[in-house]
């Protein structure tokens, strides 16, 4: 058997896989934290049901974690 367990945040669409390993949409699989700091954070207190709202699973967020700006360098 297969002791996976998914949640999906009916806020953040996002999956959220044994309550720790997040799966964006795109990109590579992240932590809580990191979907804490591309998106819950700004639903929080918005909208009610984002499953990850519990603080004491989000650690410091660094600054990898956030969205990279896009640049386009012109040569
Ligand atoms: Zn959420």
């Known amino acids: 058997m297969s002791s996976e367990n998914i949640e999906i ?9 044994n309550d720790r390993e997040v799966i ?18 700004y639903v929080a207190g918005k909208r009610d049901g984002c499953i990850n709202q519990d ?9 990898t974690d956030s969205y990279q700006p896009v640049t386009f360098k012109q040569e």
């Open 24 to 41: 964006f949409s795109s990109g590579k699989p992240g932590d809580r934290t990191r979907l804490w700091a591309r998106v819950c954070q």
């Open 9 to 17: 945040c009916p806020v953040c669409q996002v999956q959220i896989k």
């Open 55 to 63: 603080v004491d699973k989000i650690s410091a967020i660094q600054p």
